[in-house]
């Protein structure tokens, strides 16, 4: 059955995505995208988009708010604009989104099945198991508003979806994979994201499985009336229901502080990364360091977008660090440096384009760059995490900083 991967607590948090970072974000995770594809396949990449750690990575360094419910709706939307150009090269396609587009998504499948091979009507039918096992089947106080289907050529998806509670100012978000997948309503997620309620009904849980079954044969047997005659007898019948172990799941807490702390980032990590700027970008990208004034600095966002990339599931376990490589569009832990941004993109796009000509050479010094980060993060050191912060907002008019509060001011001196 898919394999759960764990879960998180995500703060609602009001808000928009301005026009000048939704877009960077459509052409950073398309070609994000890509890389993964080009050196793990899409498989992989399904996988990484059910990874929770990982997603929530992967939208930090994007410059979305790092610890924010708005991650998932922002992600999956420049996926859709990014990667439906590509559909054809890649054999991915994103269907869903938010709100009317979350409803639209059998109809898209369908339609994508009829151009492509895959039986669309089958993963229609998915589409619409999924949502319903999330609003229906666990019963959390959580409304889905947001349901997001990943799907490749040969009928392989991903699902990533997301409800809501009001009240608490929260939301939970629910990954699914379809690798392995031998039942909708029996322990089914990859992982789900979300603050704990306490005591919830989830008949989706393996130890509800007599539960399940014992509603099914009530409902044939005795109809509602019945049913509610019997609803001692139903709790005496569940209360028998096993109770073997559960391996423990990896749990993200996002907490409620917009602001990046330091201890929210294991430091050694970003040290690992800057050292390894420093030392393989000299020789790996002599080009890009000859730029004035940004070079070395894109270098370093570069590390981190391919340890994105190449990275370990145990590498995402704190996604605040990812928000080093292009900040955060509200400022926090500093403003988005846009010269740095394009420049990530220019280069990423520039080492895939060629790749797909059989030149490597650009994209494995991505790859070496990674290797080198995680080998140095054992002894390397810098400067403190606050430290590190203060220069980026020093510096951050150099780098063409902008937030949805509007351009950076130069520092006073």
Known sequence: MARKAGSADLPLHSGHVPKWLADRMTRLGAVMSEAIVHHYGRDELLR???HPFWFQSFGAVMGMDWHSSGITTSVIGALKRGLTPLSKELGIHVC???GRHSRQTPQELALIGERVGFDGDALAKASRLVAKVDSAAIQDGFDLYLHGFIVTDDGKWAVVQQGMNDARRQARRYHWLSEGLKSFVDEPHSGIDGIGQGMIVNLTDHRAKSSRLAQIEMLDTLGPDGIARKFVALTEKESEVATHSQ?????LVMPEHHDVRSKDVVLRRLHGTLAAAAERGPEDFSDLLLTPGVGARTVEALAMVAEVIHGTPCRF??????SYAHGGKDRHPF?????????????LKSAVQ???LGQQDELFALKRLDAQARTLERFATGAEFDDLMADERKNSHAYGGRSVFGDEPPSEP
Do not use: C, E, N
């Open 48 to 50: 990484r988009l059910a």
């Open 247 to 251: 391996p423990l799941l990896p749990h």
């Open 317 to 322: 376990s704190d996604p605040a660090r990812f």
């Open 354 to 356: 060629k790749a797909k």
């Open 96 to 98: 869903g989104g938010r």
């Open 335 to 347: 403003p988005v440096p846009l010269r740095v941004y394009d420049q990530t993109i220019q280069v």
